[in-house]
């Protein structure tokens, strides 16, 4: 095949939505025998989607959840969001669980879903880059010095897509017993969907640069570091808003 032809099947094949490489060689699924799908034992068959509400099964195992590696373990056999089917790992968290400070993000994408860590993509170098310069950093010991960062979606949506109000409805229970184990002292939001989750508003020019309350904590809605990248003329306001949390961590 010349290079015009497979450069041609490439692009179209990127227009249709795939992402990556996963094989050398291409497989024709119409050539693979269909396989009958094994009956799964009663005792474990799901009860049908419309049967249950994901809302409430979220929020019980949430509640039953005592340490984070309960809660690690409860969002990892949650099975009502869609997200996790299309994702390679599970992004529960990154940093110091003692410190004051936790960061709520949005979703992972592509480099945290392969990483299992989240804001390891060019964001996440711009958040570090941040931090470091109220002198803040991940792997810091000292809980006044370090961040625990999580997410409100431990799964990335596909293509990066905005996640849905009921995906973000149900993986709710789950943030906030995550705020409640690590108990902070300030969160930072990032972004609108943090915002949307947390505070039930949107609108992040509005919003952040002010100190508002959420789930009984002092929280501070910041322009996420990914638009900050799209748009390096607010790290002004950023830069701003970093000195405001700076203020309270060390007042
Ligand atoms: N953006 C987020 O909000 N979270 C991540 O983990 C990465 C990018």
Known sequence: MDFHTAKALLDWQVEMGATEAISETPINRYDVPAQKPKPKPISVQKPLLDEVDPVAVAQAAADAASDLDGLQAAIAAFEYCELKKGAKNLVFSDGNPAARLMIIGEAPGRDEDLQGRPFVGKAGQLLDKMLAAIQIWRETPDATASVYIANVLPWRPPQNRDPKPEEIAMMLPFVKKHVELIDPDVIVLMGNISCQA??????????????????????????????????????????????????????
């Open 198 to 251: 947390m505070l039930g508003r949107k609108g992040i020019t509005r919003l952040r640069g002010q100190w508002t309350e959420a789930v009984g904590k002092p929280v501070l809605p910041m322009f996420h570091p990914a638009y900050l990248l799209r748009s390096p003329e607010k790290k002004r306001e950023a830069w701003h808003d970093l000195l405001m949390l700076q203020k309270r961590l060390t007042a």
